[in-house]
């Protein structure tokens, strides 16, 4: 990798309370990593390419912890059943779907298209779903890698309360997991393998305890979801009823960030016991999935209070619960759903209480450093923090009056599309 410099307006969050904005600075990246910000280029680094992006405001690119990579086909659709309840959108939209990945030639058209959509986002690092196939997960796997993107791909594990064509036998989950791990190992640059139970109902007590020894075996992190719905932990518990509270379903298998890295997507509904458990873990993110939280049950995940406690927040799109890949659309779906649930929650009739939800500030922070510690120093311009950087341009959005760059970051977030992304860089690496 070479050295470079990038020039322009650096916005960014060190602290969640707060922006950074430098006017006008340089940023030196050894190829991989940040050097540091500059208003004026030091001497030393006089010599390195440039790339000026004079007018344009750069941002660390943003992590997205939780995605379906298969159900981007049917994104936008399948919230509006007539008679909608939790069985039915799996049952016709994504199970369907999702077996169709078992033909690689659907799987690599499918999967093409969203890795060149992704490309037009924000979003440089992300942990994904695939399906229970093994060869379309590495397909998968194959493609964010040659796209430039880091981080995490997970094939499905299903052995009970699926669909025919879309199950599997515990021992083959299992066999068909440790295979694929050992196949992907170091294979696809800075995509990596992380174990992937769909939830606790799609998995016997045999698979996660196999899956456990897997996560020991090979020292991997694993991905999962979490009380996304109240159905759902009622499900949980008749099929577990032997614990307390549906996180004590994973942390019995090390899945709950005790002594591996762990992302949990949702987290809703968590019972007081649940709470008290999540925030004692060190290892765990929860994913913040707003937009599909809303979709699938109406209300939103407590995150000031997850926050507050000390636990990790990243974001997720969460295609196809959720709507959108761009993270900007998400990190703005999470304010609106962070005013709601004060709203509901704290205000109630009384016209005087303190505002108390997310700001921009907050969202942002999720969406980069956030989400982004989830693959080490990511998500910041922080000296040795990995160069992740996306090149926005607001030409095209821009008015007669003159703007701050608080003002001009707002509206890009609120209003950009495709159309903003100037330039990407992952890992140094310029991608777009």
Not at 96 to 109: F, H, T
Not at 203 to 220: F, P, V
Not at 409 to 422: G, K, P
């Amino acid at each position: 990798m070479c050295a470079f410099v990038l020039k322009g307006t650096f916005a960014h969050t060190p602290q969640i309370d707060g922006f950074q904005f430098l006017e006008d600075h340089f940023l030196v990246s050894d190829g991989e990593k940040i050097v540091g910000l500059f208003k004026n280029l030091p001497e030393q680094y006089k010599n390195l390419r440039l790339y000026d992006y004079t007018g344009k405001i750069i941002i660390p690119g943003m992590s997205d912890l939780h995605i379906h990579a298969p159900q981007y086909a049917f994104r936008g659709i399948g919230q509006n059943i007539e008679g909608s309840n939790w069985d039915s959108w799996f049952e016709r939209y994504a199970f369907p779907d999702e077996s169709r990945y078992m033909d690689l030639d659907y799987a690599g058209k499918a999967y093409e298209r969203l890795a060149n959509d992704l490309l037009k986002t924000p979003t440089t690092r992300l942990s994904m779903f695939a399906t229970i196939h093994r060869p379309a997960t590495e397909l998968l796997m194959d493609i964010l890698d040659k796209k430039g993107f880091g981080g995490y791909v997970g094939k499905v594990n299903m052995d009970r309360n699926s669909i025919e064509g879309l199950l599997e036998s515990t021992e083959e989950t299992l066999s068909e997991t440790e295979k694929w791990i050992n196949e992907c190992s170091g294979k696809y640059g800075l995509i990596k393998p992380i174990i992937t139970p769909r939830y606790i109902p799609s998995c016997t007590d045999e698979a996660m305890a196999g899956l456990s020894k897997l996560i020991e075996k090979y020292d991997l992190p694993v991905q999962s979801h979490l009380s996304e719905g109240l159905d759902e932990i009622e499900w949980v518990k008749s099929l577990k009823p032997e614990i307390t509270c549906y996180g004590q379903g994973y942390d019995m298998y090390n899945m709950l960030g005790g002594k591996t890295k762990c992302i949990q997507a949702h987290c809703i509904f968590p019972t007081d016991e649940e709470f008290e458990l999540i925030s004692r873990r060190e290892n765990l993110w929860v994913a913040h999935c707003a937009d599909a939280n809303l979709h699938s049950c109406g209300t939103s995940a407590p995150i000031l209070k997850y926050i507050r406690a000390g636990v990790k927040v990243g974001l997720g799109s969460d295609s196809a619960g959720g709507s959108f890949i761009n993270l900007f659309r998400v990190m703005w779906e999470a304010i609106i759903a962070s005013k709601v649930h004060w709203a509901y929650t704290v205000r109630k009739n009384e016209p005087f209480v303190k505002k108390d939800f997310l700001s921009l500030a907050n969202a942002f922070y999720l969406a980069t450093k956030g989400g982004g510690s989830f693959f080490g120093n990511v998500g910041s311009f922080e000296a040795g923090y990995q160069c992740d950087a996306v090149v926005l341009d607001d030409s095209r959005l821009i008015d007669i009056i003159p703007r701050t760059t608080y003002e001009r970051l707002e509206r890009m977030i609120s209003l950009s599309d495709d159309r903003e992304i100037a330039a990407k860089f992952i890992n140094g690496k310029k991608v777009l």
